[in-house]
């Protein structure tokens, strides 16, 4: 059974207004214009998964001057329980305070157990900001513009920026020491404020009986020129096309060991799909050996396609040697390669900044030994796991014919809003891969919803309920209508990248297009990017691309409602209807 999604309730006074949701607070607005994109209070667990709190005694007052919100929210760590008090007020003076007590019930065990506020990044990257540090002293400067792999800002004690012309949000964090990150490297459409240095050590407990108290004071002021004027519902949203450089990249489909059988199972299917591309995962730590290639091998033989082998190199020996006996078993195994790409072992899991690299070979010496292995291949380089990765340890790109990487949403948050505006950062993402690989090729993927590993902790969560969270592989939205506009939307928001390769989930398995045989809605959405592959592209440009996403090939649009709510769209003169979450396929001069 599928988890159910709570919608937000909004609390207004005056000019300020916010949305309350599951406890926390997002869009914090004043006089309509977004300040703050989010401030919650979060319990990490020791895996780096959020515990699901339970709230109760929930009480909201509201008049148009002010509104006070008070409730209780409990969790567990074993035997230990965390009762956490909040209340939560708000005036028409410009004034919010968000201020929580946790006692816990016996020794709690936590990664992080405090607030997180969320600056939003359009519009905000690059502009100026004033952070006051613990000491009182005032540092001026700006939020990053190309994505920033360590924390900009150290020793928070508040934050200062500019809303819009004429107004400014001043935020006071209290309680503890907070830091920030650029979470545009996990795809988060933020810049994270959060409670407890990174350079302390995890997990750490909170004592028993021990109170720990923390507030967030978030002070607002000036007034607008003018006052942004919401959209209708039933308004249109405008699609504009223009001419863009390039041609729409190739489609590609991961495929992992555990899902070859399925996948073979389904060829037909898979020649429906007509992916251009397929990567194929193997490591030798996870007991992939030579009957993993020659299954892949038979994979090839009956659906011929491009295919990178992503090969994890153990590291266990000579990078020389472990390389020439992996070129000796594609042999024996008679694989038929496009490419291959190399990642280090170690590298599989994240270093944060100010922590000791884990023993790994030179990138150099890695790189030339795959060279000398597979000389007749291009050679791909990056990181098998996420952005974040990537942008802390860049490959020497000389070296390399294509960098890649992957990204998923599920790492800071899993409700549906945040996984869609994950969306809203990718193009900050490859434009900082850009920034540093220059114009060589370029591939993203395989990406999901779901997680393929967990770089920050042991392993992946289990998700029995099928719930929504973080840190997991198993995501219920992978079989609904959320998954397909997710992809759209993801090949919408890459399209400005001059990608080479987009490679969008699985056939079979925990992010397939299929479950048990049937199509999902995310088959429909892989045949359409896979069919848009290779055509002339076109740039499209929305009118709201917080709710429609579009890309554009040849003579042919694939459009994306990117929102819970139905959705009317201008394009061409004609006027398509999205469902909540829809996708359609728009043929320029008629519609499909």
């Known amino acids: ?37 989010a ?30 919100v008070r409730y209780r929210a409990e969790c567990t760590d074993g035997d230990a329980r965390l009762a956490v008090d909040v209340h939560i007020t708000g005036s028409a003076g410009g004034k ?52 920033e792999p360590a924390q900009p800002f150290f020793d928070i004690r508040a934050i200062t920026h500019a809303i819009a ?5 001043l935020c006071r964090m209290e309680g503890d020491t907070f830091e920030m990150e650029d979470q545009r490297n996990w795809s988060d459409a933020s810049y994270k404020t959060y409670v407890r240095p990174l350079a302390l050590p995890w997990p750490y407990t909170l004592e028993s009986g021990v109170p720990l108290r923390q507030t967030v004071t978030v002070l607002l002021s000036g007034e607008p020129d003018t006052i942004p ?19 729409v990249p190739a489609f590609g489909l991961g495929i992992s060991p555990q899902e070859l059988a399925e996948t073979l199972d389904n ?51 000579l990078p020389a040697d472990e390389l020439q006996e992996a070129a000796r078993m594609v042999r024996a195994a008679d694989l038929r390669l496009s490419a291959i790409a190399v990642s280090p072992a170690p590298d599989l899991k994240s270093t944060p900044p100010g922590s000791a690299w884990p023993a790994c070979p030179p990138l150099a010496e890695v790189y030339a030994a795959a060279r000398a292995a597979f000389p007749d291949l291009p050679l ?23 960098i890649t990487h992957t990204t998923s949403p599920l790492v800071h948050a899993a409700d549906d809003r945040s996984v869609m505006e994950t969306l809203e950062a990718l ?51 992978q079989a609904t209508d959320f998954a397909a506009a997710w992809m759209v939307g993801y090949a919408a928001a890459t399209a400005g990248a001059s990608l080479d390769v987009l490679s969008l989930g699985s056939l079979a398995g925990p992010f397939g297009l299929l479950d048990a045989g049937t199509r999902l809605p995310a088959f429909k959405a892989a045949q359409w990017l896979a069919a848009l592959a290779g055509s002339e592209a076109l740039g499209v440009e929305s009118s709201d691309p917080a709710r429609v996403l579009a890309l554009g090939g040849g003579d042919t649009l694939l459009v994306a409602n990117i929102t819970p709510a139905a959705r009317r769209v201008a394009v061409d003169g004609a006027t398509l209807e999205l469902g909540p979450y829809g996708i359609a396929q728009h043929r320029r001069g008629g519609a499909a």
């Not at 012309?165 to 949000?169: D, W």
């Not at 860049?394 to 014919?401: E, F, H, K, S, T």
Request: proline letters at 8%; hydrophobic letters at 40%.
């Open 1 to 37: 059974m599928e988890q159910p999604v709570h919608a937000a309730r909004i609390l207004s006074a005056g000019p300020l207004s916010v949305e309350l949701e599951d406890g926390n607070l997002r869009a914090l607005r004043w006089h309509g214009n977004e300040a703050i994109r």
């Open 39 to 68: 401030i919650a209070y979060l319990v990490r667990d020791a895996n780096w998964g959020n515990h699901a709190l339970q709230i109760s005694g929930l009480t909201v007052e509201e008049t148009k001057a002010d509104f006070s």
């Open 165 to 169: 012309p004429g107004m400014t949000a």
């Open 229 to 247: 004027r919401p959209a209708r519902p039933d308004e249109a949203i405008r699609l504009s096309i223009r001419p863009a450089a390039g041609r």
């Open 96 to 147: 919010l305070v968000f201020d929580a007590e946790a006692v816990p019930e016996g020794d709690f065990r936590t990664n992080r157990c405090g607030f997180c506020v969320l600056h939003p990044i359009v519009g905000v990257a690059g502009q100026p900001v004033t952070v006051e540090h613990t000491d009182g002293s005032l540092e001026q400067s700006h939020f990053p513009l190309a994505i």
């Open 427 to 477: 193009p900050f993402i490859t434009a900082s891969v850009r920034a540093f690989a220059g114009d060589m090729p370029y591939r993203i993927g395989p990406s999901a919803i779901g997680m393929r590993g967990n770089p920050y902790g042991a392993s992946l969560n289990a998700n029995p309920d099928n719930r929504r969270m973080t840190m997991t592989a198993d995501d219920p939205r």
């Open 380 to 402: 791909g380089g990056g990181m098998f796991s996420y952005f974040t990765e990537l942008n802390r340890k860049r490959p020497p790109v000389g070296m390399l014919d294509f």
């Open 267 to 317: 060829i037909e299917a898979l020649r429906a799909v007509a992916p251009q591309h397929l990567i194929l995962a193997f490591d030798p730590l996870a007991g992939h050996d030579g009957a993993v290639l020659e299954g892949y091998a038979r994979l090839l033989a009956a659906y011929p396609a491009e295919a990178t082998l992503e090969y994890v190199l153990p590291c266990r020996a």
